[in-house]
């Protein structure tokens, strides 16, 4: 499976992940919600922070 995400989703504005790690963290509880049958499988901003991604 390939998620091609180019900005940080649920932040306001349009932002690059400042990393390969941090967008593959976000990639991985995306595709966590999509093997249980989420959809669409949304990213919430405490998830992000949860990562390390700053969202402000």
Same mark, same amino acid.
């Not at 390939?2 to 989703?9: E, L, Y």
């Not at 963290?25 to 949304?42: R, S, V």
């Given at each position: 499976?390939? %998620?091609?995400?180019?900005?940080? *989703? @649920?932040?306001?504005?349009?932002? =690059? +992940?400042?990393? $390969?790690?941090? =967008?593959? $963290? @976000? @990639? #991985?509880? &995306?595709?966590? $919600?999509?093997?249980? /049958?989420? +959809?669409? *499988?949304? &990213?919430?901003? #405490?998830?992000?922070?949860? %990562? /390390?991604?700053?969202? $402000?």
């Amino acid at each position: 499976m390939v %998620i091609n995400q180019t900005h940080i *989703p @649920a932040v306001q504005g349009v932002r =690059a +992940f400042s990393s $390969k790690e941090q =967008a593959q $963290k @976000a @990639a #991985e509880i &995306i595709k966590g $919600k999509l093997d249980q /049958g989420i +959809f669409p *499988p949304t &990213i919430s901003l #405490e998830e992000l922070q949860s %990562i /390390g991604i700053d969202t $402000k």
